[in-house]
């Protein structure tokens, strides 16, 4: 067996059984990494408020043959100030699915965490929106030349929706 430990933002959870879940999360060291919470949706589990969407967490992981099992997590900050207004809370929800749609899975990018807890920092600021962040994550990653920029917002999604080759749920859901 084979343990990891690593500090990461939760992307996405899937419940699945009668306790456990599926837990995406963007490492710091490991990159995108899909781990098994077993339990954790039990009324007495200690991780479950941990493992919520975009919390920066430490965690341990023990690889088995199939998956990782999560075995530990701490909690190292919540981002509670962005979980207050829906229009942040919508900035969060695309944030996390845009990570999860591009990312590679297990490629390191320490750049990319980098600017994830940046803009997870300040994002709830008047006139932040998340065009900057976007268009940086799709430079970072080849997708898009740096050098230029996007006509407006729309134009930005809709390249985002061409690279993902579907429609942004988080768009449809906050109409």
């Known amino acids: 067996m084979r343990y990891l430990k690593d500090k990461a933002f939760v992307l996405r959870r899937i419940n699945f059984g009668d306790s456990d879940r599926f837990i995406t999360l963007f490492s710091q060291n490991n990159g995108k990494i899909e781990v ?3 339990g954790v949706r039990k009324i007495n589990s200690r991780r479950s408020g941990s493992i919520e969407l975009l919390n920066l967490i430490e965690f341990q992981a023990v690889r088995t043959p199939k998956s990782l099992i ?3 997590v701490k909690l190292i900050n919540s981002f509670e100030h962005l979980k207050r207004e829906l229009t942040n809370i919508k900035k969060v929800f695309l944030m996390c699915e845009l990570l999860e749609a591009v990312l590679p899975q297990a490629v390191e990018h320490s750049e990319i965490f980098d600017l994830v807890e940046r803009a997870a920092g300040v994002m709830d600021e008047p006139g ?3 065009a900057y962040f976007q268009a940086r994550l799709l430079s970072e ?7 230029k920029s996007f006509k407006d ?3 930005l999604s809709s390249y985002i929706e061409q690279i993902i080759e579907r429609k942004l749920k988080t768009e449809i859901a906050f109409k």
């Open 36 to 38: 098994v919470a077993k």
């Open 70 to 72: 999560l075995t530990e």
């Open 128 to 130: 932040k929106n998340m």
């Open 141 to 147: 990653l080849g997708f898009w030349d740096h050098r």
């Open 153 to 155: 917002e729309a134009h």
